[in-house]
T-cell receptor, first 109, second 118 residues
Framework: QKEVEQNSGPLSVPEGAIASLNCTYS??????FFWYRQYSGKSPELIMF????GDKEDGRFTAQLNKASQYVSLLIRDSQPSDSATYLC?????????FGAGTTVTVRA | GAVVSQHPSWVICKSGTSVKIECRSL??????MFWYRQFPKQSLMLMAT?????????EQGVEKDKFLINHASLTLSTLTVTSAHPEDSSFYIC??????????????FGPGTRLLVL
């Protein structure tokens, strides 16, 4: 069974700060990794995907992948109140996504 | 690109009736779609994988006779909740798989359908 673990929340950060989210996965053969954002009462929205070791930046978001350590992270720079949501780490295997439990982020104005 | 729609967004029905939910990929073709269910304060739970032109694959514990899935075309999958009961009340979300084979495939989610069975 593929397991995905996320750092327990909730995570509260002041506006303008960096929010750091961590995720580990158990299946060493995993190739594709995703971060989704889910606002309360809404469906998940894709923020980032990463397939190669290293960093991937998209606007205020940076995903980091270290396959040797089986570790994925998401940094949110210059956090805004609109970033307040639950962030889901997901790992794909056999076309299916295995999700972490999610980390709820609250950005304080 | 990569827009997935669901219809209806809300449905209220009486116990014992059947409800059909549609999931469409609007700007890409999806041979594979997925159906999830999410209860309040809980994680997404994968119910089944929907494959165009073939039978759906259900996750363990999901009743295939209760949750009928039809993937009629490369852009449409439907989920029918048969003889719905109050315990079926939940948030049903579909996703569509897009991208090249291997690393590069991504699931894009629809906006979800909230079902309330009275």
């Amino acid at each position: 069974q593929k397991e995905v673990e996320q750092n327990s929340g909730p995570l509260s950060v002041p506006e303008g700060a960096i929010a750091s989210l961590n995720c580990t996965y158990s299946d060493r053969g995993s190739q594709s990794f995703f971060w989704y954002r889910q606002y309360s009462g809404k469906s998940p929205e894709l923020i980032m995907f990463i397939y190669s070791n290293g960093d991937k930046e998209d606007g205020r978001f940076t995903a980091q992948l270290n396959k040797a350590s089986q570790y994925v992270s998401l940094l949110i720079r210059d956090s805004q109140p609109s970033d307040s949501a639950t962030y889901l780490c997901a790992v794909m295997g056999d076309y299916k996504l295995s999700f972490g439990a999610g980390t709820t982020v609250t950005v304080r104005a | 690109g990569a827009v997935v729609s669901q219809h209806p967004s809300w449905v209220i029905c009486k116990s014992g009736t059947s409800v059909k939910i549609e999931c469409r990929s609007l700007d890409f073709q999806a041979t594979t779609m997925f159906w999830y269910r999410q209860f309040p304060k809980q994680s997404l739970m994968l119910m089944a994988t929907s494959n165009e032109g073939s039978k759906a694959t259900y996750e363990q514990g999901v009743e295939k006779d209760k949750f009928l899935i039809n993937h009629a075309s490369l852009t449409l999958s439907t989920l029918t909740v048969t003889s719905a009961h109050p315990e079926d009340s939940s948030f049903y979300i579909c996703s569509a798989l897009r991208g090249p084979a291997g690393a590069g495939e991504t699931q894009y989610f629809g906006p979800g359908t909230r079902l309330l069975v009275l």
